[in-house]
């Protein structure tokens, strides 16, 4: 059994494009995350198809909830909706978990509150208590805060971070904070934490925290740090086997990812093969040399591919939709949103 840990589903549109990919990748199961709401615009928060989703394949999509950040952004210091009471309806809608995009850095700065702050202290206190997953996106690559370090993908996108941007350095403190704080979340750290080129800090993190996993959606920097220390990584791999979690991030970019991405990921953890990137506009057309395949043991894949997020999320499928309620909130969701097309394909 496969599960994609990391996918992403902004449009209906994308639907029959997201399915494709999943069984060219051989993922039954899936979670699809969605990306908290920080822009003014309703139509960009993405609840709305995550809930349409897990309507249409109870037994296929898991969906892990974004939260409406309203009234914080800036500094602002009271949600519209209290964040537990939003958290509170993702769990009865028979939603999965929690995505945070809190600690990407351009969001961090939007919303203007550190990772550490007070505000957040009673989500992360209701978070340890229940342990409703979270998946939590936490800075970046350190080349992302210089325009001439950059990936060239990027670059093209405009997505690099101006001086006042919260640096590295200080997302790095107030997340470890965080950490220090609330040792015991049921947590997911996506794109390996950004330490794929540092084996040792990632060990120690896990060792210190027994209740973190990292997933492995590229970041295609990952896999190639890992082809350059290939023994370690394979060691590290074998020796953290039940703490990390196979994911793809297909769908990212409104569904630019190449329909090989997840084949990729699959051929670097089941193969020893040397391979070329595929062609995907988030990995090219930057020089990518060759990936060499860990070909790590099949008891060691059977945990990443499924075992370990099962453990995460505390079953082996999605947890059951309460229709009514999820129906109620698409239809409030409807009701916010300001484009037609938007409003009448929520309310199908």
Known sequence: MIVDGHVHFYSVKHYCRLMSDMRRTEARQFCVLVLDQVDPNPDTFALAEGIWLKLHHPNEAFVFGGLDYTGLMGGGQAPLVPLVEQLNLLRAMGLDGFKSYSGKPNVRQKIGHALDSPVFTPMMNWLEATRFPLLWHVNDPPEFWDKNTVPIWAKEKGWWYEADTPSHAQI??????????HPNLNLILPHFFFLSDRLDEAAKLLETYPGFCLDLAPGVEMLHNFTKNWPAARDFFIAFADRIIFGTDIGLCDHCSSPDRGVMVRKFLETDDVFPVPDDPAMTPDERPDLHGLGLPPTVTKQIFSENFYRIVGRRGPRPIQEDLAR????????????DDRRQMLQS
Do not use: G, K, P
Request: proline share 0%; net charge positive.
């Open 172 to 181: 790095d403190r107030e997340i470890r904070a965080v950490f220090a704080r």
């Open 328 to 339: 109620r909130t698409l239809q409030s969701l409807a009701e916010q949103a300001r484009s």
